[in-house]
């Protein structure tokens, strides 16, 4: 059985900076493509940044210079660095991961709020 579990969410103060993780376990094929993406109440779900297992990345236009996906294959864990929170960015936030047999597999979601 696969896990996705993200954490690191929580309050924080526009301006601030939090960092959230999303860890990887159970039986699970190669994983390809790693995504954070955010839900705010009342919006759709969007992708906030993502990154391959080249480490190439993308980001929404929202987030960019603000933002940093990164990840570390060997713990098949991938962390988003948010810096410069703003109110706008409160939403729960989800991660994503692809395996290379296209297989996907979503966390439960971690609670970012940024308080003006």
């Known amino acids: 059985q696969v896990r996705v579990a993200e954490s690191g969410g929580g309050l924080v103060q526009a301006g601030g900076s939090l960092r959230l993780s999303c860890a990887v376990s159970g039986s699970i094929f190669t994983i390809d493509y790693m995504g954070w993406y955010r839900q705010a109440p009342g919006k759709q779900r969007e992708l906030v940044a993502g990154i391959s297992s080249g480490h190439n990345t993308n980001y929404a236009d929202s987030v960019k210079g603000r933002f940093t996906i990164s990840r570390d294959n060997f713990k098949n864990t991938v962390y988003l660095q948010m810096n410069s929170l703003k109110p706008e960015d409160t939403a729960v936030y989800y991660c994503?991961?692809?395996?290379?047999?296209?297989?996907?597999?979503w966390g439960q979601g971690t609670q970012v709020t940024v308080s003006s």
């Open positions: 994503k991961v692809t395996t290379q047999l296209h297989y996907e597999y």
